[in-house]
């Protein structure tokens, strides 16, 4: 999880540059107001962060609770 919340981040990161610009066009020529908002991103990712982090707590759980249950069977 850890290496697609890393990808995910990299384009959370070009997606918001490609806002930024949207954003100073339509504060300075009033053009490309339709686009989406560099806080909106923002707001996205962090929501899927919190799933990939969960996502990660879990897997360490279940590989934690498989190596406990072979040494107990030892």
Known sequence: MTT???VDHVR???AIQRADVSAW???NHGT???ETKPAT???DWSR???KYK???VLLFVVAAGAVIAVRRRR
């Open 4 to 6: 697609v919340a890393a």
């Open 12 to 14: 959370k990161s070009r």
């Open 25 to 27: 066009y339509c504060t």
């Open 32 to 34: 490309r107001c339709d």
């Open 41 to 43: 991103i923002e707001d």
């Open 48 to 50: 899927r962060e919190r």
């Open 54 to 56: 969960a996502a990660d």
